[in-house]
């Protein structure tokens, strides 16, 4: 594959009697491999052969940095035809005299070639040789790795996730944008946001409807980087497929949470979150992953042995909410204050037999909601970072936006949860409605 430049097919014909004419030579048009003698008028001596080099040809391997060139000494190149196996014409250009033809850039890696060169000598020999040739490899491959995916069902707040093995630079973001692809069925418009330099999310302005087939793909194949860095070979791809509509509303100021299953509210929890030195995350977070068991050290969010918060606990029944150790999981030791303060780290505290019946619902995406507390999302939090904010805001982080998404008009997602804006229930730990969201 040559570098994305203009496709024009450009196949050069130069008539022989024009060639050898430029180099002072008088000569009658033949074909075929070759032709016949003859000798230059008024010589007694034969021309000296043509003889035609490819420089830079290793056996039939071009080194990726170079251009394809057909040298000839001692005659005149008439016709260059070069072409991909596809039968896409390599463009390229022929000296004034025509002793040389130099395609118009380099290849991209592994680019088969096929090329047929004729060329005449002084005494209108014309010869033709064919060439079977390939551009090397590159050392170091962009690679992109696509989720979710293998046929999984996750949840309706699932991103789409391409995530890459280098650095993509910013002037590189529309090309790779453009070799990404995201297939739905029913159709949805959404658009790409860039997480940092390394990862990029599509999604949808609001949560996916439930039984949406997704399939997304990359081919970064012919993407030149830069300093020896090129798009990986081939197209990849995989799909997924969106479940039920799981959403749980977490309210820190009542001390309860709201499970809602395709907008029907069937459980509502009694639930401790974060104290006052360790407050839960507000905002709509998803679930990443889920283990029936976690070794919980608080090392990990830098409280050391020696202070008195610190913890190192064997907990059950964990769904991560946050790349920062939010867990929704059971917390046997603060049922006494689940439902009426709130005791924990940052996580949110279930009794064990309501930890596990949460655990066995839930699904990779589902929505966790949280509101009423005091710290702000993390917008760099794989938990929190692709659902609060509002479309255009999303739209601005991609660099190849389609006008379809540009133009829709979306806030925050979370204001199409079940119970936003609903009035508070009754007291009491049987199922109802969820208060009021303000302040999220």
Not at 19 to 37: C, Q, R
């Amino acid at each position: 594959m040559r570098l994305p430049q203009s496709r024009a097919t450009t196949v050069a014909a130069v008539a022989v009697v024009a060639v050898l004419a430029a180099v002072g030579v008088t000569v009658g048009v033949e074909t075929g491999h070759s032709s016949g003698g003859g000798s230059l008028a008024g010589s007694s001596q034969p021309p000296p052969p043509a003889a035609l080099r490819v420089p830079h040809l290793h056996g039939s391997a071009l080194p990726l940095s170079r251009r394809l060139i057909f040298k000839v000494s001692n005659g005149a190149l008439t016709t260059v035809s070069v072409a991909e196996p596809d039968g896409q014409q390599i463009p390229g250009t022929f000296t004034a005299d025509h002793s040389a033809w130099t395609s118009t850039s380099s290849f991209a890696p592994l680019t088969r070639l096929k090329a047929s060169v004729s060329y005449a000598d002084l005494a209108h020999h014309v010869t033709t040789k064919t060439f079977s040739l390939h551009s090397t490899d590159s050392k170091r491959r962009m690679l992109a790795l696509l989720s979710p995916g293998g046929g999984d069902t996750v949840g309706i707040g699932s991103p789409v996730v391409a995530t890459f093995n280098y650095d993509v630079p910013t002037r590189m973001r529309a090309a790779v944008e453009g070799r990404l692809a995201v297939r739905t069925s029913p159709s949805v418009v959404g658009a790409w946001h860039w997480m940092n330099d390394r990862e990029v999310h599509w999604r949808p302005p609001t949560y996916w409807k439930p039984g949406t087939s997704v399939t997304i793909s990359a081919d970064l194949q012919g993407l030149n980087f830069g300093h020896g860095l090129w798009g990986g070979d081939g197209i990849h791809q995989t799909s997924f497929h969106i479940g039920d509509a799981h959403v749980s509303e977490v309210d820190i100021a009542t001390h309860e949470m709201h499970v809602y299953d395709n907008g029907a509210l069937i459980k509502t929890f009694p639930v401790s979150t974060g104290r006052d030195q360790y407050p839960t995350m507000d905002g709509v977070h998803i679930a990443i992953e889920k283990s029936p068991v976690v070794q919980m050290n608080s090392a990990t969010v830098g409280i050391f042995p020696g202070n008195p918060d610190y913890y190192d606990e064997t907990v059950y029944w964990d769904v991560r909410i946050s790349d920062g150790g939010e867990f929704v999981h059971a917390a046997p030791w603060s049922v006494s204050d689940q439902g009426h303060t709130n005791v924990s780290h940052g996580c949110v505290n279930l009794s064990t037999e309501d930890a596990e019946w949460f655990f066995n619902w839930s699904n990779r995406g589902d929505i966790i909601d949280v509101f009423d507390g005091v710290r702000p999302p993390d917008p760099g939090d794989p938990g929190t970072e692709d659902w609060n904010m509002p479309w255009r805001q999303w739209v601005a982080g991609g660099a190849a936006p389609s006008r379809a998404a540009k133009s829709l008009r979306a806030g925050l997602p979370s204001e199409s949860d079940p119970a936003f804006d609903v009035a508070p229930p009754q007291t009491g730990s049987g199922t109802g409605s969820v208060g009021s969201k303000n302040g999220t």
